[in-house]
C-alpha cells in the first residue's frame, strides 16, 4: 500500500506555503510570498501578512495539487501551523485546514513552526538519527535542542537570551541599508568581503560564560557594535566598507552557532547535527558547520536552502511523521496560538 498523503499548511509569517508529500516523498512545495508588501515598513507588517494569506492560500492549494497530480480527494491527512507566529496570519491557515477537515472528512494535525523546521530535513535526507542535536535558528527563534526517540522528543539545551539570529542579520542590514529580510542581502553582499577585517564581538564569550550559558546565544551587542562602529566611520567622514562589514557580521554570527552546537554534541556524545529555520540557508554558516562538523567527526545535515526558510512541505513532514507514528489527530477546535514550545510538536 501506497504512504499516506500529507498536505501542510504554513501561514505563519510572511509566506503563504502549501506543501504535499506522500509518506517523506515531497510531491509539491507551493509558495506565495507577501515580503514586497512589508520591505518598506522594514519588517512584516500583520494585519498585511494575513490578508496576503486569504488572498494567496487558495491558488495556492489549486497550484499544489496540479504540481502533485492530486485532487483534494487523494489528500488523507492535513497538517497546518498552529503556532508560533503571527495569530491573524496563523488564523488563516488553520480555519482554511478546519474547513478542509471538514469538507474533506479527513483528520487534521495543528502542528508546531518549530518542529516542523527541524523534520523537513527528512524529506530530503530521510529519517534523523537517534540521538540528533538540532540547531534552530530562525527571524523569531534560536536554540539548540536534543533531538531523541525517533524525533518525538525535543528538549531545548539552550536559546537566545535577546535577538533570535535571523533577527541579527535584519537588523545589521538595516543599519548597513539593505532591503529587508537582511539575511539573503548579507549573505551576497558578504561574497565580496574579507571575514576578518574587522573583529565582532562573540556574544557570551567572556569569563564565566561558557559555565554559565553553555548553550545560550546572545546577538544584541553584535547589533549595538555594527551601529558604533559605523557610527564612528561615518563621523570621520569614511565611507561604510558594506560588504567587509556584512562578512564579517556573519562569520561572528556563525562562529557562535556552531561553536555551541559542536560542544552541545560533544558534551551529550551525540555525533549528529541538523540545521533548521531561515537562517541555515546562510552559506558562511553552512560551510563554517561543515568544516566543524567534519573535524569533530560529526556528521552534518542541513536541508537545501528552500526548504529551510517558511514553506508548506515543512509542515507536511512533520504530519506525516506523526501519521506514521500513530499519533491521534488534534481535535477539530484545536487552538492557534502565537507563543508554542519547541517540546509541543502538536496538539
Ligand atoms: O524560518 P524563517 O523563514 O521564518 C521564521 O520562522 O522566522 O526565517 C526567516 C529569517 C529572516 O531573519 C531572514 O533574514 C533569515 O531567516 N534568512 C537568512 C538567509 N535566508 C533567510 N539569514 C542569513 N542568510 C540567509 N541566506
Ligand atoms: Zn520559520
Keep these: 500500500m501506497s504512504p499516506p498523503i500529507i498536505l501542510g499548511i504554513e501561514t505563519s509569517c ?42 494567496a492560500i487558495e491558488p495556492a492549494l489549486r497550484r499544489a495539487c496540479t504540481d502533485a497530480g492530486i485532487t483534494l480527494d487523494d489528500v488523507d491527512a492535513l497538517a497546518v501551523t498552529a503556532g508560533p507566529g503571527l495569530i491573524g496570519a496563523l488564523l488563516v491557515g488553520v480555519a482554511t485546514a478546519k474547513a478542509l477537515s471538514a469538507a474533506l472528512g479527513i483528520p487534521v494535525y495543528g502542528v508546531n513552526h518549530l518542529a516542523s523546521h527541524v ?31 525517533d524525533a518525538s522528543v525535543i528538549t531545548p539545551l539552550g536559546q537566545t537570551l535577546d535577538d533570535a539570529a535571523g533577527e541579527a542579520f535584519d537588523k545589521v542590514a ?55 562602529w559605523i557610527a564612528t566611520r561615518e563621523a570621520a567622514g569614511q565611507g561604510v566598507p558594506v560588504a567587509d562589514v556584512a562578512a ?64 508548506g512541505a515543512m509542515v507536511a513532514a512533520l504530519g506525516s511523521r506523526l501519521v506514521a507514528s500513530g499519533v491521534a489527530p488534534s481535535p477539530l477546535d484545536f487552538p492557534t496560538t502565537s507563543h508554542l514550545p519547541v517540546t509541543q510538536r502538536s496538539w
Design 14 to 55: 510572511d509566506e503563504t506555503g502549501i506543501g504535499i508529500v506522500r509518506g517523506q516523498e515531497l510531491l509539491a512545495n507551493q509558495i506565495a510570498s507577501s515580503v514586497d508588501e512589508h520591505a518598506r515598513f522594514g519588517g512584516v507588517v500583520p494585519e498585511i501578512a494575513s490578508r496576503s494569506h486569504l488572498e
Design 174 to 228: 538595516r543599519l548597513l541599508g539593505l532591503p529587508f529580510p537582511g539575511g539573503p542581502w548579507i549573505d551576497r553582499a558578504a561574497v565580496d568581503g574579507d571575514a576578518s577585517a574587522i573583529s565582532f564581538p562573540r556574544g557570551l564569550s567572556g569569563p564565566g560564560d561558557r559555565e554559565r550559558y553553555p548553550y545560550d546565544f546572545s546577538f544584541s551587542g553584535l547589533k549595538t557594535a555594527v551601529a558604533r
Design 119 to 149: 523534520v523537513v530535513d527528512e524529506l530530503q535526507h530521510g529519517p534523523l538519527a537517534d540521538p540528533t542535536v538540532g540547531l534552530l535558528v530562525s527571524g523569531g527563534h534560536s536554540s539548540l535542542l536534543l533531538v531523541t526517540d
Design 248 to 311: 564579517s557580521v556573519q562569520e561572528a554570527i556563525a562562529d557562535v552557532l556552531t561553536a555551541r552546537t559542536v560542544s552541545a554534541c560533544i558534551d551529550h556524545g551525540v555525533d549528529h547535527v541538523v540545521i533548521g529555520g531561515g537562517v541555515a540557508a546562510n552559506s558562511r554558516l553552512r560551510a563554517m558547520a561543515q568544516a566543524r562538523c567534519d573535524a569533530a567527526g560529526i556528521t552534518l545535515r542541513i536541508p537545501r536552502p528552500d526548504l529551510c526558510t517558511d514553506n
